[in-house]
């Protein structure tokens, strides 16, 4: 079954404490990205991948890193998290397309992060 | 200013009601426009995307794009409680470096009532 997968689900932490949120996808997509919504200010892009080795920033990078070392692995680090990073978090990937119609995104289930 | 605004809602309806949700953005650099359906505890699904200005039909949804305005439009006919969920307008930002990434609008809650 075509999916991506994220881990944990949930999660309650601590400030400062690093965590990573594992994101993976067998679809053999290139792109893969990291979102976090949030009530009222919706869904904001964190960090994208348009290939092995190839991120960009999105919008809101701060506080976050990323790495793309295989195509179907993009994980999300928080090397020291804080209350404003409580969040729902998503990973997405889709085939790359560059100067073609945008291929659908596929996300995640998602991860509840709650940092106290 | 955000570069993507959308009415968050809620918007109730009732069964068989036509809906209309839109949203207006600022960058004119923006293409391919879409609209993706989130459930409640579930990630977004693309419904429908669009490139130019007019109209795109798929069943009872319509998407509408004016660019000229910068604004575009999603029409659901014959709405149905199955249709309840918060739908999102979403835009590619092409950039400048050969990567591009996405803008979404904040969402809007849709409640379709039996």
């Known amino acids: 079954e075509a999916q991506v997968t994220q881990n944990p689900r949930y999660l309650i932490t601590v400030t400062g404490k690093k965590l990573t949120v594992t994101c993976s996808q067998n679809m053999n997509h290139e792109y893969m990205s990291w979102y976090r919504q949030d009530p009222g200010l919706g869904l904001r892009q964190i960090y994208y991948s348009m290939n092995v080795e190839v991120t960009d920033k999105g919008d809101v990078p701060e506080g976050y890193k990323v790495s793309r070392k295989e195509k179907r692995n993009f994980p999300l680090i928080l090397e020291s998290p804080s209350p404003n990073q409580t969040s729902l978090y998503f990973c997405a990937s889709s085939f790359k397309g560059q100067g073609v119609p945008p291929y659908e995104q596929y996300f995640g289930p998602g991860t509840r992060l709650t940092v106290t | 200013q955000k570069e993507v605004e959308q009415d968050p809602g809620p918007l109730s309806v009732p069964e068989g009601a036509i809906v209309s949700l839109n949203c207006t953005y600022s960058?004119?650099?923006?293409?391919?426009f879409m609209w993706y359906r989130q459930y409640s505890r579930k990630g977004p699904e693309l419904l429908m995307y669009t490139y130019s200005s007019g109209n795109k039909e798929d069943g009872r949804f319509t998407a509408q794009v004016d660019k000229s305005s910068k604004y575009i439009s999603l029409f659901i006919r014959d709405s149905q409680p199955s249709d309840s969920a918060t739908y999102l307008c979403?835009?590619?930002?092409?950039?400048?470096?050969?990567?591009?990434?996405?803008?979404f609008g904040t969402g809007t809650r849709l409640k379709v009532l039996a």
């Open positions: 979403a835009m590619r930002d092409p950039g400048t470096s050969g990567t591009y990434k996405y803008i």
């Open positions: 960058n004119s650099a923006f293409q391919y």
